[in-house]
């Protein structure tokens, strides 16, 4: 196989990339984008404040163009994220207490009704832990009771019964961090009592303060090893070059390692279109060319 879904296809994993709606336009990027991958996540159109600006009126316009491309390609969907404390709309973070916590499980309700049946994985929950104490990150949300994250995921496994529901975080790649037992727990917790969950989502955005680390792979043989997938759902990694290809195909053979790693996404496609400010932490550089990563990637994945 020649391209990184086809190639990933081939090993029973998928392939997929972070989409900016507004660049579809941009003739360059999607060609990349629907020559080379099978899972998107729109990085920022499917999130509270793009579908719910005022409270109760959904405004799904946008993020349906997902959808539509989606299916044009014949990729599959990941929906980020339905409760999360940042990049919420004003009135959300204007709430507290029983009207938060039913304006989230509200959400999670309508957007999942309204996408039933069109996707793969929704990240139900993004970025509930501290990064340092591994206990809750304090937010509004976290302030309507422990039992938010498991209300959300209640709520919906209830919407839409054939989407995974996953929890998604960064800094919850190194095995011996605080944060990523923070997690772990959680998702024994929830494995032991029975509330629904089937996947974790590792962002694996890698740079200096967070590097790849080298028990990566028994990070993610670990969390398989409770009852559930795992993704890789925000890739990137600073630096260039040999370097960088390195980590790239380390990250891929790691997924490829593990029979519950689902798949690899990308946070973007070319460097330029990285959330990072600076650096060149992707797999096509700004002219769209294919970089060592991204050869690096492909080989791990068996195509060339
Ligand atoms: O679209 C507006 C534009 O009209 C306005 O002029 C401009 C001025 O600031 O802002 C633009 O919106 C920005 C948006 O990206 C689109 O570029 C927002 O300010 C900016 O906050 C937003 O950043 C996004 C960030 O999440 C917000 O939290 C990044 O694109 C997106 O890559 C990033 O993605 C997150 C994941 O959702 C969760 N995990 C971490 C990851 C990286 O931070």
Redesign the pocket.
């Known amino acids: 196989a020649s391209t990184l879904g086809a190639a990933a296809a081939e090993k029973g994993r998928y392939f997929g990339t972070?989409v900016?709606l507004n660049k579809l336009s941009d003739s360059t990027y999607s060609t990349i984008l629907n020559r080379e991958f099978n899972m998107l996540t729109a990085?920022?159109e499917m999130?509270i404040d793009a579908l719910e600006p005022t409270q109760n009126q959904f405004n799904f316009t946008t993020a349906d163009r997902l959808i539509t491309r989606a299916n044009e390609i014949g990729a599959k969907v990941r929906g980020?994220?339905l409760a999360?404390h940042?990049?919420q709309p004003g009135w959300m973070q204007n709430l507290s207490g029983t009207a938060l916590r039913s304006a989230m499980k509200n959400h999670i309700t309508q957007v999942m009704t309204h996408y039933k049946g069109k996707i793969y994985a929704w990240d139900v929950v993004?970025?509930a832990f501290d990064d340092g104490t591994g206990g809750r990150r304090d937010s509004n949300l976290q302030r309507t009771g422990n039992d938010w994250i498991e209300d959300a995921f209640v709520t919906a496994r209830a919407a839409d019964p054939a989407a995974k529901l996953c929890y998604?975080d960064?800094n919850t790649d190194n095995w011996s961090w605080a944060k990523t037992q923070g997690v772990y727990n959680l998702v024994k917790d929830f494995k032991t009592r029975g509330v629904p969950i089937d996947c974790v989502g590792f962002?694996s955005?890698f740079n200096s303060g967070s590097p790849y680390p080298s028990n990566y792979r028994t990070t993610l043989e670990n969390f398989a090893a409770l009852g559930v997938d795992v993704q890789i759902t925000?890739l990137d990694i600073e630096g260039s070059g040999s370097t960088q290809a390195t980590t790239y195909g380390n990250v891929t053979r790691d997924c490829l390692a593990v029979a519950r790693c689902n798949g690899i996404t990308v946070?973007?496609i070319r460097d330029t279109d990285s959330?990072r400010a600076s650096g060149t932490p992707l797999l096509f550089d700004g002219s769209g060319n294919p970089k060592q990563a991204y050869t690096a990637v492909l080989t791990a994945l068996g195509g060339g």
């Open positions: 972070a900016s990085e920022n999130k980020h994220t999360w940042s990049q993004n970025e998604n960064y962002q955005h925000e946070w973007g959330w």
